[in-house]
């Protein structure tokens, strides 16, 4: 089965269709959260996410801000400002949509979604090694995929030594997965590893064989967009210079 694993949409409506038509047909597709904030399009983003057929979806910290589960004082004064713009023009569809995601899940048995870590779903960064370590006891699956860092990362565990190696990313070479590991693929509507271009994962549960992928998406629309509907311009600067 061939799985399209995304996360942190995060309003990108151009990314997210750039992301979906370069993926090509799949089975599944496994969204690790973070469709609203930032972005422009929360509306289309959601829309597009509620129509795709065997969907996965957990719920990333912004979503959880905008369904009124979390204080927006807990974000920074421009993604706040975005969320309170999200919860203005959100249609009640969609809101209902977002309250309907789960924190965190199982999928096949084999795999935990969970957008920040395992161990803190909504707000821990696997950034590091010491991190990963952290988080390998608070799942019991083979392989755990994550977002929220916004980059693309794998921390594989050798249980024998227990110890932790970050291992590196090269984009359009599959590897095989080997248990146990954190997958992160990284963001498609909004990177952070100073590449602008969208970043998604293929994963394909037969061979546990996983393709970190980039694509170019018009950046220039979507800032486009964001200025027309006042949102802050760091927002529009950043996706041009993936940070
Ligand atoms: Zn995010």
């Not at 996360?7 to 997210?16: C, E, F, K, V």
């Not at 249609?91 to 395992?118: I, W, Y």
């Not at 083979?142 to 291992?167: A, W, Y």
């Not at 359009?172 to 969208?198: C, E, K, W, Y």
Request: glycine letters at 6%; aromatic letters at 8%.
């Amino acid at each position: 089965m061939r799985v399209l694993v995304i996360s942190d949409l995060h309003a990108n409506y151009t990314a997210l269709e750039t992301v979906l038509k370069d993926a090509g047909q799949v089975d599944e597709t496994w969204c690790l959260g973070d469709l609203v904030g930032y972005g422009p399009d929360p509306n289309a983003v959601v829309e597009q996410v509620r129509e795709m057929t065997h969907l996965t979806c957990i719920m990333g910290n912004h979503d959880m801000a905008i369904i009124g589960k979390m204080a927006f004082e807990s974000f920074n004064g421009d993604a706040r400002r975005s969320l309170l713009w999200t919860e203005k023009v959100l249609t009640a569809d969609n809101m209902d949509f977002m309250r309907s995601l789960p924190q965190s899940t199982k999928v096949r048995g084999e795999v935990t979604l969970a957008h920040g870590s395992p161990r803190d779903p909504l707000w821990e960064y696997v950034l590091n090694t010491l991190t990963a370590r952290l988080n390998f006891d608070h799942f019991n699956t083979p392989f755990c995929f994550i977002g929220h860092s916004h980059i693309q990362s794998m921390f594989l565990l050798n249980e024998e030594k227990d110890r932790v190696t970050l291992e590196s990313v090269k984009v359009n070479r599959p590897i095989t997965l080997t248990p146990r590991m954190l997958v992160n693929p990284g963001s498609a509507g909004q990177p952070r590893d100073r590449d602008p271009r969208s970043a998604y994962a293929i994963y394909d549960t037969e061979t546990r064989q996983w393709e970190a992928r980039r694509v170019q998406y018009n950046v220039k629309e979507v800032q486009q967009r964001l200025r027309e509907a006042g949102l802050p311009e760091k927002h529009a600067v950043r996706l041009g210079e993936g940070w």
